[in-house]
């Protein structure tokens, strides 16, 4: 037997195990909408939830650096990302084929954490020499090197 | 790319977009139906192989469509995709895709046990997935001490020219958790290219809330293709006083960490040859002792095993709240060291102001970006850029119409101007 056949078997067991089991924490589809919560200013998680309640909601406050470290919670748990935002909002930077860089896609929105702002054509030399592994998480992919190719070929 | 194929992208964008803005809201009574439309005009000069200051104007659409979505339950369909058409008179595109379409599948989704299958293009982020697929994705609970997500289909990533023949990609990630005491998942990755293996990974993540308030996580990535570990990753993040600290560590062995495969971007693949070791440890400080302020510092350093160079960055930011989004900040950094191969100073103010009173529904949006280099790069030692965006909300803030006008000067490029009109419309919302 083949591990391909080993993990579909396994996938099936889950699917029908989840058809059966008890139920843990809902966990909701969408978050209040700001406006409704009336709120004089830009909100954090914990001003509102317990650090560790049912969601560790500690974990998504969005300081000036959770941008740089968002994949961790992210990849466990994106169910709670997705309350607030759609998929299309990661697709911003995350996605196969994007030709426009993220700041260069919503330039006006200054206050979000979008990589490679100004000229970042002459900062990635430095940027990509000391740490190519914050590149290749984007650019490791045959499309998305497209835009390394023309000089990286 | 002939001039009568140009003529025919752009008919059939522009139809695209008038479709949407005239015949949604005649045709989508229902409010199940939420449409996102995002139209860009960029406009800006650029030198292409066959000539020199070609205005380049692309014209984007992004289009979102979503049925069902408030429900957050049942059967569901989203779909959201980008086109391009360039008006300007040049064949600076010529080479790349005029669209893509990001994700478009079918979603039935349960409450009972967070269950939740989607099957059509999807973009999978768990455990060591992070990738396009078009194909077949499930997650849910099983009960209240186990989650799971799993996903199988085509790899979009290596839907190249050769074809689709022997792609494929699936795996998965289990996790056992106890409410938000702790949590450790385990995740799987195999993904093939024209039938030769691309990425087998074995993924461990873990995450504790230790006493005192303090959470520990991270997660350790073996590669199955290359029999090593490629990546490790940890933190500790906890608060003293109105001070939240990040101490971490990273490890990568780029033998490990990147593929050596046909379909490997070349700058990767010669990295893997390298053998090299990069360890990476820093602390990110955030201090919120008044209420609208948030003040920052990070430290990060980093050392290689095989050249025994090091590199440093260290920064400090600042930003001030206000009312909606309202934000000024500042962040200005340095990297050093002998690994940079040239050591910059980054300095970045920006603003972000949201209209009161009369101007409830405007807003007004500034960033300026200095970089300066120890070394001179092509002759010049310095770059800078700044950008100031403005615009406002209409039609019960349905649709919203922005500007921002961008220039910079830099070793690449001794003046460029660019600039971007949006307009940004919202149905069944």
Redo the contacts between chains.
Sequence with gaps: MT??TL??LS?LT??V???T??????????HPPEAELDL???PVCTDCHD??????Y??FNH???FSS?H??V???Q??VCNMCH???F??DC????V??KPA??R?????RGAPH???Y???H?????????S???C????????T??PC?? | MTRSRRLTGRCFWLAVCAGLLLGVPLTGAAQEVEV?SDT?F?FFQRDTASAKNVMVAPF?E?L?V?YG??A??GLTA?A?A?G?ADLGDGDYYDD??TG?I??AYLQY?Q??????LRLGR??V???VI???VDGLG?A??????F??S?V?GLP?????SSGRNGDFL?G?R??HHW??RY?I?LS?L?SA?DGENQRQRLGA?L?F?LPG?V?F???TVYNLESDGIG?Q?Y?L?FNLGPV?V?P?YEQ?D?RD???TTS??????RI?AGSGEG?R?WGT?L?WGGLA?W?L?A?VRQ?NYDVTSDT?A?YAL?A?W?????T?V?GEVGT?Q?D????D?T?L?L???LDGSGQLKKA?L???A?Y?G?DQP?FGTDS???A?L???RRFLEDNLEV?F?G?Y?S???YDSDWRG?L?LSYRFGL
Aim: glycine share 12%; hydrophobic share 30%.
């Design positions: 591990v391909k993990l579909i996938l889950l699917v195990a989840c058809a089991s008890e139920r843990g924490y809902l966990v909701p589809s969408q004089a200013r830009r650090r560790r309640g049912k969601i560790a500690e974990d300081t000036p650096f470290g994949r961790s992210a990849g466990r994106g169910t759609q998929p299309s990661c697709n995350h996605a196969t084929s030709e426009l260069d896609r330039p006006t929105e200054t206050f702002r100004g000229d054509l002459t900062r030399k430095i940027e990509g020499r000391i740490d190519p592994t590149c290749f998480r650019h490791g992919n045959p499309k998305n090197a497209r390394c190719t990286h070929s | 996102r860009l960029r984007y992004y979102q979503d979505r408030t957050g339950k989203h959201y980008w391009r790349d895709a893509q990001l994700y989704a409450p009972f046990s967070n269950f939740n999807q973009q982020m768990t455990g992070n990738d396009v499930v849910g609970d099983l009960g209240s001490y989650s799971y799993a199988g979009v990533a290596y839907d190249t699936f998965g289990l996790a409410g938000t949590e998942g799987y195999n290219d993540d995450t809330a308030g959470t996580d991270g997660r990546e990753v933190q993040r939240s990040r971490y990568y780029y960490q990147f593929e379909a490997t971007p070349n700058p990767f990295l990069l990476a990110d955030v609208d948030e920052g990070r980093l590199a960055y930011l930003t709240h206000a009312s909606g989004q934000q900040g990297m060291g690994a940079t191969g040239n910059t980054l970045r920006y603003f972000y807003f949006s500034g960033d970006i970089a280099y790069i770059s800078w850029s950008s965006g403005a615009g922005k921002n961008e910079s830099d070793p690449n971007m949006a």
